[in-house]
């Protein structure tokens, strides 16, 4: 292309971003995908979730002559998008299972007149004859296909539709440009998607995996549920995600939050198809605050509102960690990711690994291999959750990328330590684990310290040792941690599966004869919260704008969010425009939106404004 011609297509880009979406710059990455695009290149762009994947290829597809097919696995993804892409003006529509036969009659039949811009489809209705017809007769300039690594096996989420698109792509009349999408970055993956979406030659794009309005922390609590509801309290009305590990777990944190009177519901496999589409949309319109839910729940939730998302139990490993967690914050305000480790979620991690289905796909080797490599990403989750390094640090390492070894914006960073020789406390310990005979693990051996009365302890005639006591005045949880440190130091190890007693090692026992000494790190300052949000804002003038907004999403029966994001409300408290001149001016603000919405909320803005001048006038 010329110099004049590219020119005017990066103008005309920018235009298109500001038009129809509101933004005024891309974000980093968005840009270099989209040139690829244009020039007529394929490309493999791999984001973290919340970057802005959709950005990257409905600009294009907005400025190419013929449509763009988005290929997508999830109805709920479909249905948002084509939402939002409407709300903005553009023609787009979805096709798949949840249309009524006349609606997809209609819809197909829309399409082959080439009244939409954007269609979204599910993979398996390429192999759809009347479908196929339909693609033949179109000029297609654009496939984009999102969650790209559900083609691979290796992945978690293997989609057998998405190996039809190679097929389908070779026989169209045209070869359209094609661009793939994923936030999972791991090379095997990439490999496959290269060469089972048979891409061209494509561009490689990764943009960086940080998120930095997300602030991540890690919890050893004793009592979780008792640290849930504070964690809650200091969040009340704000949107959240619980992730539990068992359906039955997230069944009990549900009830017992409703119980203490939040607004709270509930996502996992076991419910039915209605009742888990309703939950969702409850959580999505506002209606429930709160979602309890296994790892079924978020993928193709685009909510982006949501600020914090709690892990009640540890995941079995650091991509399922960071995509879950990725759920907060989407629109780049900051948001809470905050895990609850507790010893048990690791026996929970190791029984799901090993009660996996085998992939009836996969040969048995390939099955043993994958076996492998989960047991060695549960290991690397396991260290995460008791680093004491920078989280952040830790996770974009794990993805292969440079890094500080401090990111000055997690829990770890800004916890503030001392050491504290803790080496009598670990020799009374030591020695309790040793008269006991090495028989028993960390929940005895504490109840034998602490001088409790317990069934087991009346059983083995433990009440009659010596050490039985001894440490009485510490409480559980310092004790319990004592013995993590101990564990983590070396001077004991875990022996065994099922019931692990605990064992004292070589430098134990150095420890026991007083060679060694023993410290440990102890906290004097956790912060596990992301800066306080809205300060700078007017309370009362944010609280205006979200009721004008509840009302317009009602009415028009979409999210809240489909209508303005809460940057865009913070962006309007801080411009209060009152011109259509200036509305524009506001972030997430576009044409069709200044147009359709601009002077709902420019009314509440004039009457705030007038209001607070009456006052100064005073
Ligand atoms: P992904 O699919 O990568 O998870 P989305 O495409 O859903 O992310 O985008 C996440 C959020 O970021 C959306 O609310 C989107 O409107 C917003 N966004 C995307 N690009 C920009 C941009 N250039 N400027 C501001 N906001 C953007
Ligand atoms: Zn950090």
Redesign the pocket.
């Known amino acids: 292309m010329g110099d004049k011609k590219w020119d005017a297509v990066e103008a005309k880009k920018y235009h298109i971003l500001e038009w129809y979406f509101g933004?005024k710059?891309?974000?980093s990455g968005?840009e270099d995908v989209i040139d690829s695009i244009l020039s007529g290149r394929d490309a493999l762009a791999v984001?973290p979730?919340?970057?802005?994947?959709?950005?990257c290829y409905q600009v294009p597809g907005l400025m190419f002559d013929g449509v763009t097919l988005v290929i997508s696995p999830l109805i709920s993804l479909m249905k948002d998008q084509v939402n939002a892409l409407t709300s903005m003006g553009i023609r787009a529509a979805y096709l798949n299972r949840s249309l009524s036969n006349a609606q997809y009659n209609k819809a197909l039949g829309n399409m082959s007149r080439g009244m939409y811009k954007i269609v979204y489809v599910a993979p398996e209705r390429l192999v759809s004859e009347r479908f196929v017809r339909v693609c033949m007769t179109l000029e297609i300039s654009l496939i984009a296909i999102d969650e790209a690594h559900c083609v691979s096996q290796w992945g978690q989420d293997f989609r057998p539709g998405y190996l039809n698109i190679a097929r389908f792509i070779n026989s169209l009349p045209k070869r359209p440009v094609v661009g793939a999408f994923t936030a999972t970055a791991t090379a095997d993956v990439k490999a496959d998607i290269v060469q089972l979406l048979q891409l061209d030659n494509p561009v490689m794009l990764t943009t960086g995996f940080d998120r930095p309005n997300l602030f991540f922390s890690v919890m050893h609590p004793v009592d979780k549920r008792q640290t849930l509801i504070k964690l809650i309290q200091e969040r009340s009305g704000k949107t959240g995600i619980v992730y539990c590990s068992t359906r039955k777990k997230v069944e009990e944190i549900c009830t017992f939050l409703c119980s203490k009177g939040y607004s709270a519901t509930r996502y996992h496999a076991g419910l039915t198809d209605e009742e888990r589409l309703k939950n969702q949309e409850d959580f999505v319109y506002d209606r429930k605050r709160i979602m309890v839910a296994t790892n079924a729940f978020g993928m193709g939730i685009?909510k982006?509102d949501v600020r914090f998302v709690i892990h009640y139990n540890m995941p079995k490993n650091i991509e399922s960690y960071y995509q879950e967690a990725g759920r907060a914050g989407?629109?780049?305000e900051d948001a809470d990711c905050i895990l609850l480790f507790g010893a048990q979620d690791i026996s929970t991690a190791q029984y799901f690994i090993d009660n996996a289905e085998a992939n009836a796909e996969m040969t048995p080797e390939q099955n043993a291999a994958f076996r492998q490599k989960e047991e060695e990403r549960l290991q690397h989750m396991i260290a995460y959750s008791k680093t004491q390094g920078c989280l952040r640090a830790f996770m974009l390492r794990y993805f292969g990328e440079h890094t500080p070894d401090s990111c000055g914006k997690c829990a770890n960073c800004k916890t503030k330590y001392r050491m504290v020789d803790v080496t009598v406390d670990a020799q009374k310990i030591l020695s309790c684990i040793v008269r006991t005979k090495e028989q028993f693990g960390s929940q005895v051996i504490c109840d034998v310290l602490r001088g409790k009365e317990t069934q087991k302890i009346r059983s083995f005639e433990l009440h009659k040792q010596t050490t039985y006591g001894i440490l009485r005045d510490v409480s559980a949880s310092q004790l319990k941690s004592l013995i993590e440190t101990l564990e983590d130091q070396g001077f004991i190890r875990h022996i065994g599966v099922g019931r692990p007693v605990l064992k004292v090692t070589k430098s134990g026992w150095l420890v026991l004869k007083g060679k060694v000494s023993v410290q440990s790190r102890e906290a004097l300052k956790v912060r596990t919260t992301a800066k306080t949000m809205g300060a700078e804002v007017n309370p009362e003038l944010f609280g205006e704008l979200q009721k004008v907004r509840t009302a317009i999403a009602g009415k028009r029966g979409v999210p809240s969010y489909i209508i303005f994001?809460d940057t865009a409300l913070r962006s309007m408290c801080t411009i209060l425009p009152t011109t259509d001149e200036m509305f524009l001016r506001v972030?997430g603000v576009g044409e069709t939106k200044l147009r359709l919405y601009g002077e709902q909320f420019m009314r509440v803005i004039r009457e705030h404004v007038s209001g607070d001048s009456s006052i100064s006038a005073l």
């Open positions: 933004y710059q891309f974000r968005q984001m979730t919340g970057a802005g994947k959709s950005v685009d982006s989407r629109d780049g994001s972030n």
